[in-house]
């Protein structure tokens, strides 16, 4: 089982841009689809953005497709969300997570394991 720890969160005005990081320690990170889930306050947590095992599938939310890209390096153990032209409603508490055995997506419930997550704050 993998470990995970987000990095990169912090506070930015709308338009900007920030890349959170993912790093995973333990075994076999390259057999792992790995996604990014959000929580702004008051709501559940939501699908952002998923990535397959080989990085050669990824999926996104309506709400951040041509602003945010999933990426992953292996050889790492790390994956990345570069978040670009930030918006208020971007704001919220970014989880990374690792399913195992899967392609990508957009169930919470396929994740086995969960960071502890980063707060991203865009003003307005």
């Known amino acids: 089982q993998v470990q995970l720890v987000e990095s990169g969160g912090g506070l930015v005005q709308a338009g900007g841009s920030l890349r959170l990081s993912c790093a995973a320690s333990?075994?076999?990170?390259?057999?792992?689809?790995m996604g990014w889930f959000r929580q702004a306050p008051g709501k559940e947590r939501e699908f952002v953005a998923t990535?397959?095992?080989?990085?050669?599938?990824?999926d996104y939310a309506d709400s951040v497709k041509g602003r945010f890209t999933i990426s992953r390096v292996n050889a790492k153990n790390t994956n990345y969300l570069q978040m670009n032209n930030l918006k208020p409603e971007d704001t919220g508490v970014y989880y990374c997570?690792?399913?195992?055995?899967?392609?990508?997506?957009?169930?919470?419930?396929?994740?086995?394991?969960w960071g502890r997550g980063t707060q991203v704050t865009v003003s307005s």
């Open positions: 333990g075994r076999i990170f390259s057999l792992y689809a």
């Open positions: 997570a690792a399913a195992r055995g899967s392609h990508g997506t957009r169930r919470p419930t396929a994740y086995d394991t």
């Open positions: 990535i397959s095992w080989d990085g050669g599938s990824t």
